[in-house]
């Protein structure tokens, strides 16, 4: 049977309100930098600079998995901030030296193809 969308005139109009357009007293925005090479680790952080960002609350180191994978998260550095824009041009200020996987370091997707 069809089922009436009760909702649909507010999605036509831009006025649902989704998942995405939540917002909560306080929330916070986060944006992660992840590693470049996969099962790479991070050795140091530098987040002076991205702490500088108006709106920046702060930055979370984040541990990488340990093997097997499995559904567990790569593992890198959070910024968390009042909004997208704050997180955003403050995740391009972090200065972060990687501990790269040796294994996969040198991949090039060119020669694999």
């Known amino acids: 049977k069809d089922v009436a969308m009760v909702d649909q005139h507010n999605v036509v109009m831009g006025k649902a309100t989704f998942g995405i357009d939540a917002k909560r007293p306080e929330m916070l925005y986060a944006m992660v930098e992840r590693p470049p090479?996969?099962?790479?680790?991070?050795?140091?952080?530098?987040?002076?600079?991205?702490?500088?960002?108006?709106?920046?609350?702060?930055?979370?180191?984040?541990?990488?998995?340990?093997?097997?994978?499995?559904?567990?998260?790569?593992?890198?550095?959070?910024?968390?901030?009042?909004?997208?824009?704050?997180v955003l041009q403050a995740r391009k200020k972090l200065k972060i030296d990687w501990d790269l996987n040796p294994e996969h370091a040198n991949f090039n997707s060119a020669a694999y193809k």
């Open 37 to 86: 090479v996969y099962d790479s680790k991070l050795k140091a952080v530098d987040a002076s600079e991205a702490l500088k960002v108006p709106g920046v609350a702060q930055t979370v180191n984040l541990p990488g998995f340990k093997q097997p994978h499995a559904f567990q998260q790569v593992g890198g550095v959070a910024v968390l901030g009042n909004s997208t824009w704050a």
